[in-house]
């Protein structure tokens, strides 16, 4: 069975009609139970000591103290409460621990995460903390890995994440997105892909296999996979134009080549826009549907 990491603080308490889509992560858990997932794997809030070994000690306060500064607030685009902070928390220890079981078990996905404009100074693009960071220094500090792979699949730039490990040679950074979305300055990553707006499924899995065999050149002991279905072309945020189906194959051609070459992975949610957070569970559940059946074949 596939090991998944879920907390149902994961979904932080929002006041009705912001457009960030919270109640998506609820509705993923539910899907996914229909889909006969689970039991889940409940983690626990991470401590500061965690989180600080990829965020600055000051921002770190603040969000647990749930008193960011305003231009910083305005700038993740959420409410800075208790809620936020814990919901931020719980996300970074999930990754954390999805990493661990896709160790001992080669693969095991969240249903949060991805959270990846966060970069070491601030939080940004609703993004408070970077989880994948943060699970990556805390597997490094317990001598669990040495190299890491972040391969980035939403259709915003990466770039907290690219800044984050930029200093870092054991940490290479992946990210293919549309150029011309947020953030309007990019962050240098170990390999950037910025793909004009109106991209299609076939396109874009031809620059997903050459990318693909670009990344895993890379040495790595573990992959960490972030999934962001905002390249679907129903996607509110999104500039590309993937089909349900082209979400699915994508999903299927990164867990395959990656399992391939015998690397652990982690897959992580990412983005996804819209109002309907019932279609949207749906796209996102196409990770976990294609990490099942890869692990039911090997």
């Known amino acids: 069975m596939l090991p998944v990491v879920h907390n149902p603080k994961y979904q932080a308490v929002f006041p009705p009609g912001h457009r960030f889509p919270m109640g998506k992560f609820g509705a993923v858990a539910r899907r996914l139970t229909a889909l006969g997932f689970g039991p889940f794997h409940v983690p626990a809030p991470a401590p500061a000591s965690w989180i600080t070994l990829a965020h600055a000690r000051a921002y770190v306060d603040q969000v647990f103290s749930a008193d960011v ?50 970069r070491y100074e601030q939080g940004a693009g609703f993004c408070v903390f970077n989880d994948v960071a943060v699970a990556i220094r805390v597997l490094q500090a317990d001598g669990a890995i040495g190299r890491a792979l972040v391969f980035d699949c939403d259709v915003h730039q990466g770039d907290g994440t690219a800044h984050i490990f930029a200093d870092d040679p054991g940490v290479a950074t992946v990210s293919i997105h549309a150029e011309a979305n947020y953030p309007v300055r990019k962050a240098r990553s170990t390999i950037d892909v910025g793909l004009p707006d109106g991209v299609e499924d076939a396109r874009y899995m031809a620059v997903l296999d050459e990318t693909l065999e670009q990344a895993l050149a890379f040495p790595a002991d573990i992959v960490f996979y972030n999934a962001g279905v905002d390249p679907h072309r129903d996607d509110r945020l999104g500039r590309l134009a993937l089909t349900d189906d082209g979400i699915a194959a994508r999903d299927r051609r990164v867990i395959d080549a990656v399992r391939a070459r015998g690397l652990p992975l982690v897959g992580v949610l990412g983005g996804g826009y819209s109002d309907d957070v019932e279609a949207l569970a749906a796209r996102h559940a196409l990770l976990h549907q294609a990490a099942r059946d890869s692990l039911a074949r090997s």
């Open 69 to 118: 500064p305003a231009r910083i607030a305005r700038e993740i685009g959420f409410p800075m409460t208790d809620s936020v902070a814990l919901r931020a928390r719980t996300a970074c220890a999930g990754t954390a621990l999805t990493a661990r079981l896709a160790l001992e078990h080669g693969i095991a996905c969240n249903t949060a995460g991805g959270s990846h404009h966060a």
